[in-house]
Structures are given as structure tokens and as C-alpha cells.
């Protein structure tokens, strides 16, 4: 057996002996949630909150109304800012925001400066200016083509809206203050820029209908709520060191099946090995510290496998915090000697991880949009709300699917696992009959689903409707859950997408019911516009099992779009037709909708690159040589029992067998070679077919090479840690 996989074995048996927590104090470790919660987390309230009356609202009107902040209460507010900050041990402050490369993006300065006195006695200083807007390079991030080398100029602009928080690692705490990231001109290279403007959005064309439908001016705000469920895989860290694939990728490129998968179905809601509870625990006291309301925390179907869960927040909010969530479990886990990884894929042959984004809409009094109630048929809005929905998933499905396009995604949708690559909305039996009824004229009378009766003693109240895991887009009480966003994605681009439908489609609707207003009352009214739309949109709504092969089938017959590959997904955003909402709604203009396909599919075509390098690197320098020893070895033993005079036959035929697949092997990785070439000629299209039509079928052929051999050669020799270490040792 190699040194490394030796030494990975050993160290993952081990295990970590003790972790680097950062909070390393027994009260914290006793605390309840609630009373740590926030601790290093600073939202506008709190700042509002210290300031005087006047003062206070006129901070009130910059974070709820955008209005300017004159340059004396700024400085006064980045003065409260930096005590907090210095209090909490803090030394430096960044603007924490999200360019394009799904890793968030900070630059630290310090507050120390010259004292402004003869003495030039050092102070700390944070003047206002540098709270509400800093400038890093905006030439080094993906921008599409929006910004050239020779263009270096960008800007951070604090998000009020998000709280303001203090980031401890390696021993030291950074105020992050999150921040939108725009060009000199103004271009969104972020993807916070889009979300706030499709929150915007969705608010302006919600109102309006729904003050259409009351006939007053009765709703003032909509916020759109989120809660991100992230899916992720805990191994040992010591196995990094001698699969390069993961240490590049995140995922494995090679890998034979284990003897023990998750066929047994023993790990979904299993106790939580004690190692990772640990991590688990740590992570949580830090989130919860962040201000990250964490709810949930369980073991997901696949060994090694895991699930956190945070409770409902406004979208803009929880997708900062998920991205903050990712951050900490990466760190986390490295202080306890374990590897995240957050990967849609990191093993073939078992489930992969989403991220379940479970969406609703609210007025800013807190009522919620999608709630159907005791009486759902009775509940105009909620009903109007719905056509909303079902509209915005119908008529935009094709740039809904091109959200979620990734190729770490390519290698779990349509999987056992997760959603098909085909946008469908799940309502469940009794909702889809009442959408049914309506859609045919009638008014459905839906009683409360009678209890069932276990027991003597247990009695079980049952929900409205079932849960279909196999739809990418299922309502589920009162919310929409889009199962299809990959783990490792940024969720703000899916909810920019989904709020920027949805905006499309309640201000079309708000058109048609005051055409209809003219013509009679308003209960009426509202019931032929839900009824039409519910027509309109009866082949988004699929019952059925998703999974199903003839269902590929049945929506291609309904003429929902079925693009199964990132390159086929991405492709509607080059059509402007199809887009045109993005632009109408102020989300992203054309420029900034031409930039996401250059910059999506160029990942796309960088990551299936570095993957192909990767795995032919494996192949000849870890490989092929355990298996030329392997022919040694056989060989030997092949020649001993004939000089011995014994039957030989099956060594024989073993080693006609490694070395067969050897050959191939060589070939396979020479053809691999040169399918990667043409990755880089022609463009951004060409790249992604090549990527798809040649990259990855010659990357299969050397991975069905690779798992045969780790089958045929003996383990000791083997250079790689094998599935049945990775998953089921170490943690």
C-alpha cells in the first residue's frame, strides 16, 4: 500500500484529538441558543437603536427607503460600527460581498491611522465614506465581458439590510460588512446587485396586483422569505492528501463501488457519529453567534452525509447567511481535522447534496401569501398568489432551469436523489383538485383531512397534502421548496430568477384584472383570471413520480422544455425573448444577462478542465504504476506454478485481464488528452459542446478502466483511499 494512503488510514483511525474551536470557553459551551444568538452580529435595528431620535430616523429612511445619509450621521454611525467591532476584539474591517465565483470576497484593512495631532499619536479610525462604499479591483473578478483588464475600477456598497457581523479565524476577528459589488458603470459582477433588485421588483408588482384585487391601497410591502436546508459530506481530512481529485474538484473522479452503500437505508436520521457531533456543535455555536438562526441537524441517506437547516429569515438575509453557513462548516470541520465537502457529487454511486430552497412571499406585516388557510378555496389572494406562481414557473421555466445549471449539478438531477432536469410544480392531491375544480368553473369544498388512529393512545393528524421528494418544485403547506439548487451554488441566483418571475407574472395578471374590473365585480373578476391562469398552466403541474422514465416522455409532449446538460440549460439565456422579463423588471440588463451565460459557461468549461487534468494526472502517476506492479506480481506467481508444475490458468488469465485493462487504460487517458483540446477552440458555446460531447464520455471511459483495476489489484498496492475508508472511516 502507498505511504500516503498508509499514513491517510492511520490518521483517519485516529481520528482528531482534540479540535481548535475558536470559542474555546466552558460558559459558551453551556449556553442556550438564546442567549449567544447575535453576539457577533450587528443588524441595522441595533445600530438604529443607539442613535437619537432624529438621527435614528433618518438611518430608518437610508436602510428602508435608500435615502442619503449626510456625511455626519455616516460618520457617526461607522464610529458605533467600529467600537462594537474593537469591543468584540476585531482589528480589521472588509466588505464582504459575493462576486461571481460561488466564494465570498473580502479585503481587510486595519482601523489603526495617524492621529491627526502634531504627535501623530496612532488612533483607530473608520470614517463613514469607507462604511458606505470601498473600492477593490474589479478586473480580477468573472465579469463576462463586462470589465476589461484595462477597467480595474469596481465598487462595494454596504448592504444596511444584511446584518454587519465579526468573522474569527486563525485566532483573529474581522468586522465583515456585506456589501453589493458593481463595476465603474455600474454593472451588478455580484450576485447580491440582482437579488435586491428582483426583491424590488417583486415587491412594486406585487403590491399593485394585490391592491388591484382589495380595491385599496391596503398593502404597502412584500418581502420574499427563505430557508436554505444544506446538504453536505464530512470525511476525514487526511484522505485529502492522497485523492488529488477531491483536493481539486471536490469530488472523487474514480472510485469502485463499496461492498456497503446506503443499500441498507441505516444512515437517514442515524445518530450522528460522536466526531462529527463535535464538529457539528462548534459550527452551530458559531453560527448562532453570527446571528444564523440554525434549527436543524441530522444524518442524510447517504453514509457520511449530513443536513443542517436554519429557520425562515427575508430572502435577502438567508442567502447571505448561507453563504456564511458554507464558509463556517468548510472552517469548522478543518479545525476538527475533517473535510466539508459541498459538492453536488463527491461520490458516484451514492446520493449527492442540494440545497432545498423553501420560498414563500409575506407582506411587510407578516402575512403570508402562500398560506392557504383552513379553507384554501375560500382565499382569493391565496389563490391569486398561486396563478402567480404557477405562471412565473410556466411561462419563465426555461431561465428557471438555466438557474440551476452547474456542472457539479449535472452529475445529481435525474439521479434516484434529486429532481430531473425538467421544471415541474408538485401542488399534492388535495391542492391540485381544488386548482382543478377552479380551473373547470367550480368551487371544490375541501374538508380537513380526518385524523388516523394508531393506537389506543396515538392519534395522527394528518397535512393537506403528501410530500413528493422526486419534484424539483413542490408546494409544501405554505411555501414552494425548489429542490433542484445544487449544494455548492450560491442560492441568490435561483431566488433573483424565481422573484424576478414571479414580479413578471403578478404584473401581467395585474393588467388582465383591471381589463376584466371594467367588465364586472371584483370576486368575479379575480376567479376567471386565477381560472384562466390555472388552465394556461396545466402542463407545469405533474403529480406523478418525477423519477419515472416515461415522464421525460410526457413532458416533451406537453412542451416543457427538457434540457438535461448545463450547456443545453444555459443556452436560453443568449435569446432575448426569453430574458426580456430580467430587463423589464430592472434585475439585470441585457449586457449584465450576457455576461452570466460568458461567465457560467466558461466555469463550466474550466471546471470539466481541471476534472480531465486531474483525472489523467491520477491515471499515470498513481495508477498505472500500482499496476504495472500488480503484472509483476501475477506474472511471478503465473511463472512459479508452471515451473512447479501446477495449473496456471487463472493467473494467467488475471494477468491477460490487468493488462488488457492497462492498454485501455492508456488509450482511454491519450484520448481523454485529446478531447480536452478541443475545450478551447471557438467560443463559449463550442467550449461547453466539447466539454459535454467529448470531455466528459473520454473522462468515463477512464474511470471504467480506473474502478475495474482498483477491483483486480491487491489492496496493499492499491495508491488511492478507497469509498470504504472515505465513507465509513475516520467519522
Known sequence: MSNVRTSARTMASFGATSARPEFDDAQTRNEAPSESFGSLSLPWQTIAASLDGE??????????????????????????????????????????????TNVPADKHDTFLARGLQASHVPIEQFPGSLLLQTEPDASSFPSGGLRSTHEARGYTLWDPTSAIFIRADGGTRTLCIPAAYVSWKGHALDHKTPLLRSLDALSRSAVAFLNTLSGSESCSGIVATLGTEQEYFVIDKAF?????????????????PPPRGQQLEDHYFGPIPARVQAFISDAERELLRLGVPVKTRHCEVAP???????VFEEANLACDHNVLTMDVLRRVADRHGLACLLHEKPFAGINGSGKHNNWSMATTEGENL??????????????????????????????????????????RLGANEAPPAIISVYLGGALEGIVE??????????????????????????????????????????????????????CAWPMTILNAAVADAFQDLKGRLSDKLKKGARGEAALE??????????????????????????????????????????????VAAKTAFLVEQGVLSREEVQSRFEIYAERYIKIVDIEAASLGEIARTQVMGAVEEQIERTARATNLLKQSGLPGERHSAQLARTAGHLEALHAAVEALESARGGLHHGGAVEGMQ??????????????????????????????LPKYREMLFQGV
Open 55 to 100: 438621527a435614528s430616523a433618518a438611518f430608518r429612511e437610508f436602510v428602508q427607503h435608500g435615502q442619503r445619509l449626510s456625511k455626519e450621521l455616516a460618520n457617526r454611525v461607522a464610529e458605533s460600527v467600529m467600537r462594537w467591532a474593537l469591543k468584540h476584539g476585531a482589528t480589521h474591517y472588509g466588505h464582504w460581498f459575493h462576486p461571481l
Open 240 to 256: 485529502l492528501a492522497s485523492r488529488s481529485d477531491l483536493l481539486m474538484t471536490g469530488r472523487t473522479l474514480v472510485g469502485a
Open 304 to 310: 457520511a452525509q449530513f443536513e443542517l437547516a436554519p
Open 370 to 411: 402562500l398560506d392557504p388557510g383552513a379553507d384554501p378555496e375560500k382565499n382569493l389572494r391565496f389563490l391569486c398568489s398561486l396563478a402567480a406562481v404557477l405562471h412565473a414557473v410556466d411561462s419563465k421555466n426555461e431561465i428557471v432551469r438555466a438557474s440551476i445549471a452547474s456542472a457539479g449539478n449535472d452529475h
Open 437 to 490: 375544480a377552479v380551473a373547470s368553473g367550480k368551487i371544490a369544498d375541501v374538508k380537513k383531512l380526518a385524523g388516523v388512529d394508531i393506537t389506543a393512545r396515538l392519534h395522527m393528524k394528518r397535512e393537506l397534502t403528501d410530500r413528493n421528494r422526486t419534484t424539483p418544485f413542490a408546494f409544501t403547506g405554505n411555501k414552494f421548496e425548489f429542490r433542484a439548487v445544487g449544494s455548492s451554488e450560491n
Open 529 to 574: 383570471l386565477v381560472r384562466e391562469v390555472f388552465n394556461e398552466t396545466k402542463r407545469v403541474r405533474f403529480e406523478g413520480n418525477n423519477y419515472a422514465p416515461a415522464w421525460v416522455d410526457e413532458a416533451r409532449a406537453r412542451g416543457l422544455p427538457v434540457n438535461s446538460n448545463t450547456p443545453a440549460a444555459l443556452a436560453p439565456l443568449t
Open 690 to 719: 466539447a466539454a459535454a460531447d467529448h470531455v466528459l464520455p473520454a473522462m468515463a471511459k477512464v474511470r471504467e478502466h480506473v474502478d475495474a483495476l482498483e477491483a483486480i489489484v491487491s489492496d496493499d498496492l492499491w495508491p
